[in-house]
């Protein structure tokens, strides 16, 4: 019966029986199945006969209800846009079209609230939308005229006023036909009245017709498919394959069915049936308007994207004009790599809808990924501005400022993207992966296993809470992440690396390599499989084969110097023939000065060579490598440096690729220091030290690396160190370089323990490395200090995890790089009691080497 008044009301609102509208929606908002769409009722029932304050009362009532409905929030945008509240009217039209792009009076009327705030191409821009979305809206060709008659284009007013004139022309004619009365027993208007509601985002209210036409004809192919269709917008994924499976058996045997089975078929997770549907559909109608978008964007998702390509490529031959073609050709582009096409055809949709949010967004993104940042946070901001309640917007702009290095600002940015749809398992992934990169693990957890809740079906967000779990050391439940992301996805090259990556971290070397040589047979040009094999082979020895899998860190995003774009050929290693060679830093400080031992090779060979480091390292390598030109900088994409060395260099290598060049085998490792410390530095410092009092000087680093470089298992907590510290004899002296001031004083005032400290040893790397020299040795874990107490010859006992990273090897007590270092390493994951027990004996003994 209540369902019945609201259908009666409707029409009667389309008559202009206002009194008779407001009282059938006052009656049936009494049910409460049908509240909200009676409130709603009543609300432009009353907002047409003037009484706004009532209006706007009865639609926030029927929000309160049911928030999730297009057309509620449209019509709330009317009343506040006569009363005239315009940014509010703005608000409720954006909400409106978040849950309906497709709605075309929502465009309408979205583009006279930006008209009355003066925002004339906006507005412009929101009528142009309404009328690609319904060619036939007279009103919206009106307006469009208007605002262009404002703005000057008196040639395109002309032509939207006559095109208005002709389509009221038409509804003139049309309106008798429209004026037959209501007649609820028969199913056909039945489903077409669904269907309106449908089209007007709601879906609840379109499957109540759909079943009330359904009882009047069970078989009827119009009704189960309108059915199927509000069913997939509520989430009733199985109730709408059952509709859609029931109309195709009952007759419906017409595209715009196959089209529903497909999209049912998809959502229910069955995707080769219906990739088979869509085909269908396109053989029946090979014009189809809707289909071949779809299917390009199930394509991309499946990451065929050659095919999805070629889908979306010939429905652009039939209709050039379509935004969302062009966009879903920028994804495939863009998912291959060619990210000049797909920016033209972001552009090219924004050109023909610059409303078009997600080409915004996508357009961000592919500037992001060409190293464009500057632009990239432009893109971004400017789809905020399109709509600052999108959650695509501060999406985008979260990834551009993550991009530049902007975390604080990012995590924000991700915030207000979550809050705006705190269920979108994206944010959530990416506002993890943020907090990693931040060194925040335990907070990056609580977002990603949200995520993982969201979507337990997405094998990549299973992955990637794996990856956080091994970060954290919980690798149970990682390898049980991995397993369940495998049975979903079987073939996934990502998962499969990072779990060899683990097998091989826990021990078991072979299986680990048997992982990632299966992971490069699914995917021979995935850069990040080769990579990690080339790390595996590093890590066992094999030096030759692991260089040229360390190469492909060249082509990842995070390479310092993929966009540097440096003016000079890349040196391959052939005869230098005196040319002069710029050498350009990458990674850590670590790193630098890790690969920096090949650096007096390249001299040997070069003519001249121009050495790129880090400020911190400045000093010290002028002194360590005087034929050498150093130039410190920071790290920039600028290059324009380059043109003022003189004489300039010929060619240009990476730091980390010498080794391919000169250590491609153990024998190839001198092991031989290769920096030197200021001597009068060194100097001061042992006047320092011997200030101490008697007993040996230990430099002491306990803390290694960020989170996803493995900070947890790295890591000693000062506490843990009890026993090594309270050796007789030792004299403790902080060389870390994270600011552990606070962490010292607690242990010294709960132990009366004091480890030394000079911040200005730490503040300046050129005078740790003095005080590294002026030592008796010193005591760290996998970290920096590692390369430089090797570099500079200084013996030094290293604790090392189980499972330690590639440069530490996989076994053994030796380090290739460094002569003076040795490794005692974790006998289990995560005890160190064997280690420190070790390092005692060692200590006590003066046992260093």
């Known amino acids: 019966m209540a369902l ?94 978040r849950l309906q792009p497709q709605l075309a009076e929502a465009w309408n009327d979205l583009g006279t609230a930006r008209y009355a705030r003066g925002e004339l191409e906006a507005a412009v821009e929101c009528y142009q939308h309404a009328v690609r979305l319904r060619g036939d809206h007279a009103v919206a060709h009106a307006n469009l005229g208007a605002v262009y008659r404002k703005i000057g284009l008196l040639r395109e007013a002309r ?3 006559q095109r208005e004139l002709l389509l009221r022309a038409k509804a003139a004619l049309a309106r008798p036909f429209a004026r037959r ?98 085909d269908e559909v396109l053989q029946r109608a090979p014009g189809h308007a809707d ?51 797909a920016e033209a055809a972001y552009r090219r949709a924004l050109e023909l809808d610059a409303q078009l949010i997600a080409a915004q967004v996508r357009l961000s993104d592919v500037l992001r990924d060409s190293g464009r940042l500057d632009e990239a946070l432009a893109a971004a901001r400017r789809a905020v501005e399109l709509d600052d309640e999108s959650p695509l917007g501060h999406f985008a702009l979260a990834m551009a400022q ?98 060899g990556l683990l097998v091989d971290h826990l021990g078991d070397a072979a299986q680990g390599e048997a992982l990632l040589l299966r992971a490069m047979a699914l995917a021979p040009q995935d850069d990040h499989v080769h990579y990690n094999l080339g790390l595996h082979r590093l890590k066992h020895g094999r030096f030759a084969e692991g260089w040229e899998g360390y190469e492909r860190r060249r082509k990842f995003d995070s390479f310092i110097g993929r966009f540097r774009d440096m003016p000079l050929p890349e040196w391959d290693g052939a005869p230098l023939g005196g040319r002069g ?48 030109r150093v130039v410190s900088r920071q790290r920039t994409l600028a290059n324009d440096w380059i043109n003022r060395l003189e004489p300039r260099p010929e060619l240009q290598i990476s730091a980390g690729s010498l080794a391919l060049r000169f250590r491609r085998s153990l024998g190839d490792f001198p092991g031989t220091p290769f920096l030197e410390a200021d001597a009068q530095s060194v100097a001061a410092w042992r006047a320092k030290l011997e200030k101490l009092g008697p007993g040996a000087k230990i430099g002491l680093s306990w803390r290694g690396g960020v989170g996803y470089t493995g900070k947890t298992r790295r890591s000693v907590p000062l506490e843990r160190l009890l026993p090594v510290l309270r050796l007789p004899g030792m004299q ?8 552990v001031r606070q962490e010292m004083r607690e242990l010294e005032a709960r132990h009366s323990i004091r480890i030394h400290h000079w911040q200005e040893a730490i503040d300046d790397y050129d005078q740790t490395a003095a005080l590294v020299c002026a030592l008796d040795g010193v005591l760290t874990v996998c970290t920096a200090i590692v390369h430089l107490s090797g570099a500079l010859g200084q013996r030094a006992l290293v604790m090392v995890p189980f499972g330690a990273d590639w440069r530490y090897g996989g076994a053994g007590e030796r380090m290739p790089w460094y002569g003076s270092v040795r490794l005692l390493r974790q006998q289990r994951v995560g005890d160190w009691a064997d280690v420190l027990r070790e390092v005692s004996r060692r200590l006590a003994a003066g046992a260093w080497q």
């Not at 008779?20 to 049936?28: H, Q, S």
């Not at 449908?198 to 209210?205: I, K, Q, S, T, V």
């Not at 506002?431 to 693990?441: F, H, I, S, V």
């Not at 403790?732 to 600011?739: A, G, I, P």
């Open 4 to 97: 019945d008044q609201v259908l009666r009301a409707r029409h009667c609102l389309s008559l202009d029986r206002l009194e008779e509208a407001e009282a059938l929606a006052r009656e049936a908002a009494r049910d409460a199945a049908s509240a909200p769409e009676a409130l709603h009722l009543l609300g432009v029932a009353l907002y047409r006969r003037g009484r706004l304050d009532e209006a706007e009362a009865a639609l926030r009532r029927a929000l309160e209800r049911d928030a999730d409905v297009a057309a509620f929030h449209h019509d709330l945008g009317n009343v506040l846009q006569d009363r005239g509240k315009h940014a509010d009217a703005v608000r409720a039209y954006r909400r409106a079209l």
């Open 181 to 278: 009365g209501l007649d609820l027993t028969s199913p056909a208007t039945l489903a077409k009245l669904g269907e309106r509601q449908l089209e007007a985002g709601n879906a609840r209210h379109a499957a109540a017709i759909a079943r009330r036409a359904l009882e009047l004809a069970p078989r009827e192919p119009r009704a189960l498919r309108l059915l199927s269709a509000a069913s997939l917008r509520l989430g009733r994924v199985d109730e709408a394959l059952e509709a859609a499976q029931a109309a195709r058996a009952n007759g419906g045997a017409d595209a715009d069915s196959a089209l529903q089975l497909a999209r049912a078929l998809h959502r229910a997770g069955r995707i080769d049936e219906a990739l088979a549907a869509y």
């Open 159 to 161: 032509r939207a006023l």
């Open 291 to 341: 289909a071949p978008a779809e299917l390009g964007g199930l394509l991309i998702q499946r990451r065929d994207w050659a095919r999805a390509e070629a889908v979306v490529r010939r429905a652009l031959q039939r209709r050039p004009g379509r935004p969302d073609l062009h966009l879903l050709l920028g994804d495939a582009r863009h998912r291959q790599k060619a990210l000049d096409e």
């Open 581 to 628: 060679v710029l050498v350009m830093p990458e990674q850590g400080l670590g790193d630098e000065i890790m690969f920096g031992s090949c650096v007096p090779e390249v001299v040997q060979r070069a003519g001249h060579v121009y050495l790129e480091c880090d400020a911190k390292l400045e000093a010290l390598f002028r002194r360590s490598f005087p034929r050498s």
């Open 402 to 499: 993550r991009a530049k290095g902007r975390m604080d600002a990012a995590l924000q940015s991700f915030e207000t993207a979550r809050a705006r749809d705190p269920e979108r398992a994206q944010t959530l992934q990416q506002l993890a992966l943020a907090l990693r990169e931040m060194d925040r693990l335990e907070e990056a957890l609580a977002p990603m296993r949200a995520a993982a809740r969201l979507r337990p079906g997405d094998a990549r967000l299973l992955s990637d809470l794996g990856m956080l779990l091994a970060d954290t050391m919980r690798y149970d439940e990682a390898r049980e992440c991995y397993r369940r992301a495998l049975e979903i996805a079987p073939d996934d090259p990502d998962t499969i690396q990072r779990l």
């Open 732 to 739: 403790f002296v902080n060389l870390q370089y994270t600011d």
